[in-house]
């Protein structure tokens, strides 16, 4: 069962022997391919063979690569995540614009949810005003329910002064914890035989990952979770590894304790029931 998260830093080799991953660095490291879930290359003084690109695409294994300034950049991803690959996409170009709209408002409607939970739990008055907005949101959340919670939830979280765009460690950290949800959504997405460019909401021409955007939004709040209870005051490799395991925390979906890796797992799985069987009461949501 392929669970680790595996961080390369620093000047290292990767190269593939005998259904392992080999680092080389002061000393030699072997992580067995079954147990790997992502590989995230924190540096840029890392080599890799094609060897060991190939062995991990064809075990389904996400690869992502970091920039200079160690931020996630890029990612490979598999040509062929399910057998049936063609039918999927044939199905999803299928999905009617009004299912879309049915499954994009409950996402919406959890991801409120979750973000009025964390609030309650960190003893935050304003989860008040975030289950107002819940009882107001509409098909397709044609009011922008989500946009006004999301500023009431960070002020709330993060001090009046926050703002989502502004260059802080804060913001680094939410956004580099994104990235590595992110990640674990477009893989799900891949192995399903589905597109990650074609959404339900999001549809910018420029994001290559519009339906993981979409999918992603109620499992923002882990991130957001985890960036207020570091207490950020600047964003080093120590907050860099607090986030990377975030796929490593256990949730409760579908009555089973799960890590979020497995969770986003069965979660895709039912969303993609969802929108098929256009019943959205088959969607299973984690459980804070």
């Known amino acids: 069962m392929s669970w680790r998260t595996v961080v390369v830093t620093g000047s290292a080799k990767l190269d593939y022997q005998l259904g392992y991953l080999v680092v080389r660095k002061e000393k030699i490291t072997k992580v067995h391919l079954n147990e790997i879930g992502v590989l995230l290359i924190d540096s840029t003084a890392v080599s890799i063979t094609t060897a060991l690109i190939n062995e991990l695409l064809k075990q389904k294994i996400k690869i992502i690569f970091c920039n200079e300034k160690r ?4 990612e490979i991803l598999p040509y062929y995540g399910s057998h049936d690959t063609s039918a999927k996409i044939r199905a999803q170009m299928a999905w009617s614009e009004s299912d879309k709209k049915k499954v994009w408002t409950a996402i919406v409607n959890e991801k409120i949810k979750k973000q009025c939970e964390l609030l309650q739990k960190c003893g935050k008055k304003e989860h008040l005003l975030l289950e ?4 107001e949101l509409q098909y397709g959340d044609e009011s922008n329910r989500e946009g006004h919670a999301a500023k009431v939830y960070f002020n709330a979280l993060f001090g009046k002064d926050f703002c989502r765009t502004s260059d802080t460690p804060t913001n680094a950290a939410l956004n580099y914890g ?4 992110l990640s674990g959504f477009t893989k799900e997405i891949c192995a399903n035989g589905y597109l990650t460019q074609v959404g339900m909401f ?6 290559p990952f519009n339906l993981a955007s979409d999918m ?3 499992y923002r ?6 960036v207020y209870n570091l207490h950020i005051q600047q964003f ?5 590894m607090a986030l990377v395991n975030l796929l ?5 979906i579908a009555g089973r304790s799960e890590y979020v890796s497995n969770a986003v797992k069965i979660y895709c799985k039912s969303v993609f029931d969802a929108l098929n069987e256009r019943d959205i009461s088959l969607i299973k949501y984690y459980e804070l």
């Open 71 to 74: 931020n996630p950049c890029g």
């Open 132 to 135: 107002q907005y819940i009882e």
């Open 216 to 218: 992603m939004e109620p």
């Open 202 to 207: 999001h549809d910018n021409m420029f994001n």
């Open 248 to 252: 490593n925390f256990t949730v409760v």
């Open 221 to 226: 709040i882990l991130v957001d979770q985890a």
């Open 178 to 181: 994104y990235a590595i949800v």
């Open 236 to 240: 080093g490799t120590e907050e860099k």
